[in-house]
T-cell receptor
């Protein structure tokens, strides 16, 4: 099955700096890659996603890049703010149907220092 | 947007008792729902895939007789932790994906504490 690895496990940045989280996946059939943000004790929330036919996607301060050849994708957060502090999970999915399960990375705990 | 409701949010039970957790898709039909378990500071671990009208598919190492899943309708899946023990204390989250595809929507999670 699919194996998703995520690095780093913890990340501290100064407010205003950029943060980058990287994930790799093993199954070349994976074609959908969402990113989730989870605040302490709360549900994961989808923040951005990318499909395999796109190399990059941006939404305000958040961007995701995908390298299908190397089987890795990354989350970029620019101009970080304290409210960006949370745990971020990447995921990979083979197929985009309702029954296709996600394989999650191990998570990155991001701390933005004011 | 797609909304998944999960109840209860917190439950404390005595060792040996059973606890039922409900997961409802409020504005879409979910033929498939997923149940996850999350330990503190760890990732989401898929426990089982709940399929409406058929048996759930359990991940390796998950006891199906202990974690009973019922997906009786297109909007409701339940997870029952039977004969709970302190080691079952965890955060349980369900999720579903709207038929339109895209990302999962997660329930709010259930913090189970077994004393």
């Amino acid at each position: 099955g699919e194996n998703v690895e995520q690095h780093p496990s913890t990340l501290s940045v100064q407010e205003g700096d950029s943060a980058v989280i990287k994930c790799t996946y093993s199954d070349s059939a994976s074609n959908y890659f969402p990113w989730y943000k989870q605040e302490l004790g709360k549900r994961p929330q989808l923040i951005i996603d990318i499909r395999s036919n796109v190399g990059e996607k941006k939404d305000q301060r958040i961007a995701v890049t995908l390298n299908k050849t190397a089987k890795h994708f990354s989350l970029h957060i620019t101009e970080t703010q304290p409210e960006d502090s949370a745990v971020y999970f990447c995921a990979a999915s083979i197929g985009i149907g309702a029954g296709n399960q996600f394989y999650f990375g191990t998570g990155t705990s991001l701390t933005v220092i004011p | 947007g797609a909304v998944v409701s999960q109840h209860p949010s917190r439950v404390i039970c005595k060792s040996g008792t059973s606890v039922k957790i409900e997961c409802r898709s409020l504005d879409f039909q979910a033929t498939t729902m997923f149940w996850y378990r999350q330990f503190p500071k760890q990732s989401l671990m898929l426990m089982a895939t709940s399929n409406e009208g058929s048996k759930a598919t359990y991940e390796q190492g998950v006891e199906k007789d202990k974690f009973l899943i019922n997906h009786a309708s297109l909007t409701l899946s339940t997870l029952t932790v039977t004969s709970a023990h302190p080691e079952d204390s965890s955060f349980y989250i369900c999720s579903a994906r709207p038929p339109s595809g895209g990302g999962y929507t997660f329930g709010s999670g259930t913090r189970l504490t077994v004393v």
